[in-house]
């Protein structure tokens, strides 16, 4: 089975700061990484798949980057609305799917 | 504007049974593929099952399997999750998700879940 880590498990970041959450794989999983966004008491939400692929209606200061093992997900200027647990998840032999532990990003 | 919505959550003793529900909207809920993932409370979320569009083959995740049997009725536009043999540790939020595909090059598609439900929470305890 794949294996899924984040880093780091939390954060803390100011409003318009850079934000970045690092996502690996125990193998090579090629582009086939989705980034979710969960804020409490609410279902996930979409950001990007395919590591780079923004999703329809997501705004673009989310960003994604990464093959093979490593991946990103980047914030840029941090909106209060952003303030969540972002989960990154395999899909690279569907159905069978592993999801991050998550990454929690609070106020600083 | 596609949506889901579960239902049937409920509290339930360990070794019972239960069968949620999830209503589709919006969309062409036959040609999509549907999941099922969990959220036991403070915790991440976990994959539980999948059931396709086409042949409605089922996959299952080796938490679940053999107690958990996914199904979709294509014509009412609803998916279900049949859980038997309850255990404390089957405690969560339990939500539907459609499946989004995306083409990733020549015979290569991305999948992700692209409309998820509010969530039914099951709670198996004495």
């Known amino acids: 089975d794949i294996q899924m880590t984040q880093s780091p498990s939390s954060l803390s970041a100011s409003l318009g700061a850079r934000v970045t959450i690092t996502c690996r794989a125990s193998?090579?999983?090629?582009?086939?990484l989705n980034w979710f966004q969960q804020k409490p008491g609410k279902a996930p939400k979409l950001l990007i798949y395919?590591?780079?692929h923004l999703q329809s209606g997501v705004p673009s200061r989310f960003s994604g980057g990464g093959s093979g093992t490593d991946f990103i997900l980047t914030i840029t200027n941090l909106q209060p609305e952003d303030f969540a647990i972002y989960y990154c998840q395999e899909n690279y032999s569907p159905p069978g799917i592993t999801f991050g532990p998550g990454t929690k990003v609070d106020f600083k | 504007e596609a949506q889901l919505e579960e239902s049937g959550g409920t509290l339930v003793e360990p070794g019972g049974s239960l069968r949620l529900s999830c209503a589709g909207s919006g969309f062409n809920f036959y040609g999509f593929g549907m999941y099922w993932v969990r959220q036991a409370p403070g915790t991440g979320l976990e994959w539980v099952s999948f059931i396709s569009s086409g042949d409605s083959s089922t996959e299952y995740s080796d938490s679940v399997k053999g107690r958990f049997s996914i199904s979709r009725h294509n014509d009412k536009k609803s998916l279900f999750l049949q859980m038997n043999s309850l255990r404390p540790e089957d405690t969560a939020v339990y939500y539907c998700a459609r499946e989004g595909v995306a083409l990733a090059g020549v015979n290569s598609y991305y999948y992700y879940m692209d409309v998820w439900g509010k969530g039914t929470m099951v709670t198996v305890s004495s």
């Open positions: 395919g590591a780079s």
């Open positions: 193998q090579n999983i090629d582009s086939h």
